[in-house]
């Protein structure tokens, strides 16, 4: 075996690997070398799963809650119709739909609560997918 052939790297990777007294790998490397294998095998599995719970779980998140909200402090906001017109011809804007949002108190046999509620058109909400994309929506006039 021709030692300046091989790369520096394996040079030392055979020099540890070969066992001092019999035969060519003692049992001790071979369980340490499967011990390494099985946590890298371990670790891209979780971090691939994980990614791809990271993934479901934005896309979920951002299917709840919308990207931007337009809203007024302390009062109704009654020209709603206006700005959603102006906002549906902005040309990065891909979906636009008005809402209702208050806090509001809840009581049951178990207590009473405080809730956030936020509401939106039904109408609106069954329109098909492929209506916000291709900026088709419905009226809300």
């Known amino acids: 075996m021709n030692s300046l052939s091989l790369p ?35 670790l891209t599995v979780v971090t691939s799963v ?20 337009v809203v007024k402090n302390h009062d109704a906001f009654r020209a709603h119709a206006d700005v959603e017109a102006k906002l549906r011809r902005e040309p990065g804007i891909s979906y636009v739909q008005p809402f209702v949002s208050s806090e509001v108190m809840v009581q049951s ?8 509620i936020k509401g939106i058109d039904p109408d609106l909400a069954r329109a098909p997918r492929w209506q916000s994309t291709s900026r088709r929506w419905p009226s809300t006039a």
């Not at 690997?17 to 070398?33: A, E, F, H």
């Not at 994980?50 to 909200?69: C, T, V, Y």
């Not at 046999?109 to 956030?116: F, L, N, T, Y």
């Open 50 to 69: 994980w990614n791809g719970f990271e993934a479901e779980f934005l896309e979920k998140l951002l299917g709840i809650n919308a990207h931007a909200a």
């Open 109 to 116: 046999q178990r207590g009473v609560s405080g809730v956030a």
């Open 8 to 42: 520096f790297e394996f040079l030392v990777a055979i020099r540890y690997i070969r066992s001092k007294r019999k035969g060519p790998v003692s049992l001790i490397t071979l369980i340490t070398i499967g011990g390494v294998a099985v946590g890298v095998a371990a």
